[in-house]
């Protein structure tokens, strides 16, 4: 986890990086959810997980999906409870931290704040906690093929229904 | 809206980029409003929108400038009010998207957070959203010639005196 | 102050000043203290400071460490008084903006967002602010021989027990 041992990333592939991460954000603040699933490998591994869990080495999660079609699966869902409780949501994304690349797989980790804004209520803060992800090069881009929510509060003001 | 689709932009442009974004909030939370009004072309498009009626195509904005000169009589009036209602004002902003680099126009997105502390109160959430922008090579540096901040919530804590 | 003016940072240095950033907000939202002190050169200031007291002038600071030793003391009287009231940190860091590079220092300012999670709680949002800080080559790496904290509201929800 020591930052400087790890060597330097070609700057094209660092660009590359930031902007899968400003691309994961805005699509999924957009509502664009196939656009959101397009991101992650076909066999991948997106966890939604409390920290305290996550911590402990204990598996139960929030969400949990093991490939594309899951997550596509989750989309469908999504499109069919959305018009109960409209909302908008807002991520917010530090830059990455790189903490390996080996075998064309980059090991990485972010800091998220999600914001949630319900009609007629001011916004409030959703969820924050951070991303443990590997990205790698996948039919001609960068893409997740494993990403963890690691969330800092068991509390949620409202259900988890859009994703992290 | 591809991300994968757009030439790689020169490292170079990236960075200017990714500076005028920093400069952008930190003269605003720094209240250096002047520099702000110089991160805009002469003619240029200011707009402050609730996200609703962005995406419904109604034009109807919070705030709406149409000139650097617009944006100055801002200033001038912001620096008549501020004395009456003081508080500071901090900005998050997302690293900022490219969707298009064509003509010498740069169109990006950013999420933003905009925090809001009063004396003797506890900071909170004011306003998030997208900047929606265009940004063009002006007089020697990059400036926006339009940028929209498109916020998510109808309701804010208390009237949005201070530029986004 | 004018960001125009500065010659542009070679990329390699311009990487690992937002490296130095990431890793930061990551050690200490990881607990990761140890890490956290060795960020810092030997000889340096860390500030903690209310930024009514520093545009002011006015020096009193909420924490005041002079060295990495001081820095460490901290992270001890951290460990002891942990246990007592448990809370998960999470940083949000806006991309640093470089004022000057001189002398083999560079001069930034960095926004940045501090949310706490108790236990039971929701997440809320405990400190905002700016980082005002020096950046040195230390030893084979960047670290900070100057951190100024300098947050926006006087009122905080929880004493500052850790860094921030």
Known sequence: ???A????LAPELRAEIADLYAEYGDVLDAGEYERWTALFTQHCLYLVIPRENHERGLPLATVRAESRGMLEDRVHAI???QM???RWIRHLIGAPRILRHEDGVVAARASYAVFETQPDQLTRVLNVGR???EIVRDDGRLRFRRKLCVFDSILIPTSLVLPI
């Open 84 to 86: 109960f409780v409209p």
């Open 131 to 133: 991303y443990e992800d």
């Open 5 to 8: 041992a790890i060597p330097p």
């Open 79 to 81: 499109r069919q409870t």
């Open 1 to 3: 986890m020591d930052g």
